[in-house]
């Protein structure tokens, strides 16, 4: 298959044309392996205008697919974030492509050593619904940075967007430099079974640990982005009138569909009162109502919308006392825009404590002592981000000390992960590997070590056949060196 022949817009691409595909993007790696400055740039600046060119049409179909998201929150990270990320690495590409010299112990001189970035090949990405165009294209502009081709499966859950970004990846790219391969959940399986370079995968953990295990056969590393249950430690030392508006603020941007959004709060158990009041009236602050306001964004899909009503249900069966922040208006027939709830009185055994929530319910785990608190937090699987919010330092330090997760934000919600410079990513249940900025680049680079052996040296005396000399020398770095 030559390389203008593929589609890149195929629904329901087989295997087979997903294997063409890679094939193509194989070919043209290996005839340029190691693209210049000026090449990826060029490359990134396509990008850039691809984004920047078609900015209504991005918000248009994203919005079709959410049936209703807030625009503001979409120029801010389907928008802002794509193209400063974008210009980030066209900036710096130059500088963290150059091989960098490292120290060479003394009894390797004078010999010297170097770490040259390397471009791996084909880089695989596949992309949630819930910011579709961030987690298809931050990942790319990094993939490209490198030296790489790539390759996004974008999400069946947002079928106009994936769409629109098929088309524009054929305008903008050839199928060799970047391609969209559109399709349902069969084709994000063959997709991840392809023997890529890299595999970057960013989704719930459920199906990570599937990703993983279809890379596996091909020995093809991966980046994984999941998710989990992000906790909130409101400290005792808590300013509640300053810190509820930011924690509300993260629960309730994208409707709470976000991986790093606070998934349940732990809340001295003598302030548990104050906390509703001060978060429920930062809730009608920011949404006067939430039925019909634009400005707050709709459930993805109905069958996630039922997850939710689901989850509320299943919590105030098992006796949790539930607060709805939802004002009177309700919503048009079909509207999934959900208004948030409250959790109170919660146990460990309720789907609510146990699964994600990725939705606006806020279930409040009240404790006695910092000590449990962490230990709450850490008798579960590790998570995405956590969140401190208070004024006593020592407190902020033991949490930061006994906790693992992947970002931490303090005092304020989310915006760890909006900072380029920091390392974006899970541990364990929440993810393996990170990108963002440099890290990004990198994550997508061979770090090559080459050592340059010098013509005059010492080494022939390590060579056989071995005797007094050999033995003396290997006593003295034993000791020494
Ligand atoms: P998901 O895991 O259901 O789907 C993600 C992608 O995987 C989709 O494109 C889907 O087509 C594909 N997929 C489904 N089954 C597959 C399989 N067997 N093999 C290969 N690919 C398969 O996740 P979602 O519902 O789209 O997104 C929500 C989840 O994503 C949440 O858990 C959230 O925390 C997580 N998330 C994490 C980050 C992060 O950066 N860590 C960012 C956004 C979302």
Known sequence: ???????????????????????????????????????????????????????????????????????????????????????????????????????????????????????????????????????????????LAAGNRVMIKPS??????????????????????????????????????????????????????????????????????????????????????????????????NAGQTCVAPDYALVPRARVEEFVREVSAAAAAMYPQFAGNEQYTSIISERHHA????????????????????????????????????????????AVMREEIFGPLLPVVPYDTLQQAIAFINQRERPLALYWFGRERRNCTKVLHSTISGGVTINDALWHAAQENLPFGGVGASGTGAYHGEHGFLAFSKQKPIYRQARLNGFGLFRPPYGRVFDTLADFLKRHM
């Open 1 to 143: 298959m030559k390389v203008q022949e593929f589609d890149p817009a195929v629904v329901g691409c087989g295997a087979s044309a997903l294997l063409d595909a890679l094939e193509v993007q194989r070919a043209a790696f290996n005839a340029d392996m190691v693209p210049t400055a000026a090449v990826r740039r060029e490359r990134l600046g396509r990008l850039q205008a691809m984004v920047a060119d078609n900015e209504p049409a991005i918000l248009d179909a994203i919005n079709a697919d959410f049936g209703g998201r807030a625009r503001q929150e979409m120029v801010l990270t389907e928008l802002f974030v794509v193209l400063s990320a974008i210009r980030q690495q066209r900036r710096k590409l130059g500088r963290w492509m150059r091989p960098r010299r490292v120290a060479t112990p003394l009894h390797m001189l004078p010999g010297s050593s170097q770490i040259m970035p390397q471009p791996l090949g084909v880089i695989g990405n596949i992309v949630p619904w819930n910011y579709p165009c961030q987690l298809a294209l931050v990942p790319a502009a990094a993939a």
């Open 156 to 253: 069946e859950l947002t079928p106009a967007f994936s769409r629109l970004l098929a088309q524009l990846a054929a305008k903008y790219f050839a199928p060799a430099e970047l391609a969209v391969i559109e399709g349902g959940v069969e084709v994000s399986r063959d997709f991840a079974a392809l023997p890529f370079d890299h595999l970057i995968f960013t989704g719930s953990t459920t199906v990570g640990r599937q990703v993983a295990v279809a890379a596996a056969h091909n020995l093809t590393p991966v980046t994984l982005e999941l998710g989990g249950k992000s906790p909130a430690i409101i400290d005792e030392s808590c300013d509640l009138a300053e810190s509820a508006p930011r924690l509300a603020f993260g629960k309730l941007f």
């Open 307 to 350: 997850r939710l009503q689901q989850l509320v249900q299943d919590a105030e069966q098992q006796g949790a006392r539930v607060v709805r922040l939802g004002g009177t208006g309700a919503g048009a027939a079909g509207e999934r825009r959900m208004a948030p709830v409250l959790l109170l009185d919660v146990t460990p055994e309720m």
